[in-house]
């Protein structure tokens, strides 16, 4: 019988607070069993940027990466962000080690190429890696050894180049490849608590979200930014064979509610 492993990704608001974090890691050290945590940092990365007049550009809640961009996210992600949450949990009696994709090769990408989205023009997103591998073996033996592993958004090509890579990517292709080895548990928790229906109200949270579902709320725009990616994200992790999959409230992981994606 497989061990149940927790995979957790963060990001957004909820890194950039440190009460919030300070809860989040709180509650995500009394998950029980094996675990794994995700974190973005866009938009500490977009305010680093700012400071050092480099602009920062979205498409579909996805950040084009240009040379002095990338720059920006590999210190921001791989430095700032991910040694201070593996310094918070540490602080908090947790084994934790930082990594990238780069570090023992767990995640290894190719440079994205242009892309066309809704009919217009191909657009480059740079330095942005899409995952190839994600080596589940290898991230296992950390785990083996009483660690937690506490993830960047960031992979690299095998050549010497890092990419900047979506955290629910680095997420969903994370628990893709330990679901063979456990029965994977995972949760996007962000500052809402589930993908709402309306985004002014906390309380039109919608509980279920299939496929079928999905394509129908992105054409009405209900769906819309970065929660694009995340639920793209989740339904290609069920259909791989992830157990569950739950978007919630960084203040209630390891609780009920939130937005379960099925299949």
């Keep these: 019988m497989k061990k149940e492993l927790t995979i957790v990704k963060v990001g957004g608001a909820v890194v950039e607070d440190e009460a919030q974090l300070s809860q989040l890691l709180h509650d995500f050290i009394a998950i029980q069993g094996p675990k ?38 590999t210190m921001v992600y791989g430095g700032l962000v991910n040694k201070h949450v593996v310094a918070c949990l540490q602080a908090q009696g947790a084994d934790a080690i930082g990594l ?49 592993p506490v993830i960047a958004p960031l992979t690299h090509d095998g050549q010497g180049n ?53 394509e129908r709320l992105k054409a009405d725009g209900t769906i819309s930014g970065g929660m694009l990616p995340k639920i793209s994200n989740a339904l290609a992790a069920i259909q791989k064979g992830v157990k569950r999959v739950v978007i919630t409230s960084a203040q209630a992981i390891g609780k009920s509610g939130g937005t379960t994606i099925k299949a």
């Design 36 to 73: 794994i945590l995700v974190h973005g940092g866009g938009r500490r990365a977009t305010k680093i940027a700012e400071r050092l007049g480099i602009e920062t550009k979205m498409v579909e809640g996805r950040r084009i990466t240009d040379a002095d961009m990338l720059e920006v996210v």
């Design 162 to 214: 890092m990419l900047n890579t979506n955290a629910d990517t680095m997420a969903s292709e994370t628990a893709t490849a330990l679901a063979e080895l456990y029965d994977v548990t995972l949760v996007f928790a962000f500052e809402k608590p589930g993908v709402l229906s309306n985004p002014d109200d906390d309380t039109s949270v919608i509980s279920t979200i299939t496929a079928s579902d999905f």
């Design 100 to 148: 990238t994709g780069a570090d023992a090769d767990i995640i290894r990408s190719a440079k994205r190429p242009p892309v066309t989205l809704g009919g217009n023009q191909p657009i480059d997103f740079g330095f942005v890696g899409d995952v190839k591998k994600a080596n589940g073996i290898k991230i296992a033996h950390f785990i083996d050894a009483g660690m937690i």
